[in-house]
């Protein structure tokens, strides 16, 4: 029986719903060519930063981030750049030619700045795409929830003018109407939104009483909220959906795309496992619709969505006192 895992994302074709999504793991001509010859489908390039490029130019001595500089910072600035960008195209080039899967540049952004810019020549580099990691802690007093999201708004319509590559929104769920700003971001033009993004998260060191990072990878304990929030946005986003956080195994890969995601992106699990553990994760999806009797992945996606479940409340279900009352 042949199973055709095929999907189509961001515009691409795709030969199977798995996804290297931006990591370490993406950041080398030598670790793309395994993901690939592993089957992966797509790669996420590790992004290039905003954060990153804006403080190495500061520890050269460019104190003033935002531009206006004497003539020789004006030329550390550029230089620091344009190294970082170079790179990075350079890497772009170099997995067209190496590998036939989509390419799909990532850029960490905070703000609708001149980094923008870079994008068309991340396009003219060979991109099938761009995914923008944007994450904004809303912990500004002075800034309304409002005033936060206009910025994704103002980023998106900036890049949109430069290029013609689709783009892909990768967020978190700091937003105080998550289904209504989805929805609007979804009709702005873009291919695809992605559930959901991973920043440093902090924890304390009780011995040395210092602030230190949480864990660096995903757990399974965490896709829940992402299966939750693909399945009420698949039937009302006007744009793809993309898996993203705890998804380590098979099961989790065909529950998410039952939710409603067209794909889904692992990070995590690969660091944890083998790379080699994609083909077995490929492999659970197929046994599972060979013995379901499903012949495309086009059957499954979005099967059990909000829309289309009896009891859709149960992705809406905050609190545990049912399922308490039930057990004790």
Known sequence: MSIDLSTNYMGLKLKNPLIASSSGMTDSLEKIKILYDNGISAIVLKSIFEEQILREIDSLGVN???????????????YTREHNLNNYIQLIQDAKKEVDIPIIASISCISDNEWVEYAKKIEAAGADGIELNMFILPSDP??????????????????????????????????????DTMIKLSNTGISSIVLFNRFFTPDIDLDTEKVISSNIYSTPDENGNTLRWIS???????CNLSASTGVHDGKALIKNLLAGANTVQIASVLYKKEISYISEMLNDLENWMISKKYNSLNEIIGKLSYKNIKKPMMYERAQ?????????
Do not use: C, R, W
Request: no cysteine; net charge negative.
């Open 142 to 179: 002075k800034l309304n929830g409002s005033e936060i999201e206009q910025v994704y708004f103002d980023v998106v319509n900036h890049i949109k003018q430069q290029v013609n590559i689709p783009i892909a929104l990768k967020l978190g769920s700091y937003f105080s109407g998550m289904a």
């Open 232 to 238: 009420i946005l698949a039937d009302k986003v006007a």
């Open 320 to 328: 545990f006192m049912k399922y308490y009352s039930n057990h004790y």
């Open 64 to 78: 003033n981030m935002y531009g206006t500089y004497q003539d020789a910072e004006n030329y550390v600035s550029f």
